[in-house]
Antibody
Framework: QLQLQESGPGLVKPSETLSLTCTVS??????????WVWVRQPPGKGLEWIGS???????YYNPSLKSRVTISVDTSRNQFSLKLRSVTAADTAVYYC??????????????WGQGTLVTVSS | QSALTQPPSASGSPGQSVTISCTGT?????????VSWYQQHPGKAPKLVIY???ERPSGVPDRFSGSKSGNTASLTVSGLQAEDEADYYC???????????FGGGTKLTVL
């Protein structure tokens, strides 16, 4: 059974960089047809796609966050990571990692981590 | 403001059916069959309930069904049960630049 687990600091100061890692177990991150994704949810609000990465390194980012986001993959550790620079209070959210299972006809997020709350505050 | 428009709330009594809409544009919902629906209970991660507009993942009851007409997708929950009370989010592929967009979510209440 595939499992994803987010890890990283729960508190980040304004203007600093938010860094999170997602550890994948139960399958190889090198598998074809999968993208690895970060999604966030501010308290009491809806879901926001941050970006997706393919194991080969291709990345897609939300245009509204693109200038501050980097998603990378470490196949040797079966992990992928998120860096969000110059954070503000508006970046306070539960951050989820997920798997995006893509075919020629669909590309849903079929497995999700439990999520981790990151608060931006001094 | 979310890219896809959903009603903020919906409700129904046990056993009834309820339909939640998700309206986008020809650049997302209307342009692709990559529409998915997610169920989220409080404090939990989202769970995929519909993908490719109408398909159900293994383990999702057939009470959940999806459809699409033009730029609007819909999720119907039939035979409502108390456990269906949750937030529901639609999403769609939106082309190589935007890639994925979500709706603002709909809170489904089972009366």
């Amino acid at each position: 059974q595939l499992q994803l687990q987010e890890s990283g600091p729960g508190l980040v100061k304004p203007s600093e960089t938010l860094s999170l890692t997602c550890t994948v177990s139960g399958d190889s991150i090198n598998s074809n047809s999968y993208y690895w994704v970060w999604v966030r949810q501010p308290p009491g609000k809806g879901l926001e796609w941050i970006g997706s990465i393919y194991f080969g390194g291709s990345t897609y980012y939300n245009p509204s966050l693109k200038s501050r986001v980097t998603i990378s993959v470490d196949t040797s550790r079966n992990q992928f990571s998120l860096k969000l620079r110059s954070v503000t209070a508006a970046d306070t959210a539960v951050y989820y990692c997920a798997r995006q299972s893509c075919s020629s006809t669909s590309c849903p997020f079929d497995y999700w981590g439990q999520g981790t709350l990151v608060t931006v505050s001094s | 403001q979310s890219a896809l428009t959903q009603p903020p709330s919906a409700s129904g009594s046990p056993g009834q059916s309820v339909t939640i809409s998700c309206t986008g544009t020809s650049s997302d919902v209307g342009g692709y069959n990559y529409v998915s629906w997610y169920q989220q209970h409080p404090g939990k991660a989202p769970k995929l309930v519909i993908y490719e507009v109408t398909e159900r993942p293994s383990g999702v009851p057939d009470r959940f069904s999806g459809s699409k007409s033009g730029n609007t997708a819909s999720l119907t929950v039939s035979g409502l049960q108390a456990e269906d009370e949750a937030d529901y989010y639609c999403s769609s592929y939106a082309g190589s630049n935007n890639f994925v967009v979500f709706g603002g979510g709909t809170k489904l209440t089972v009366l």
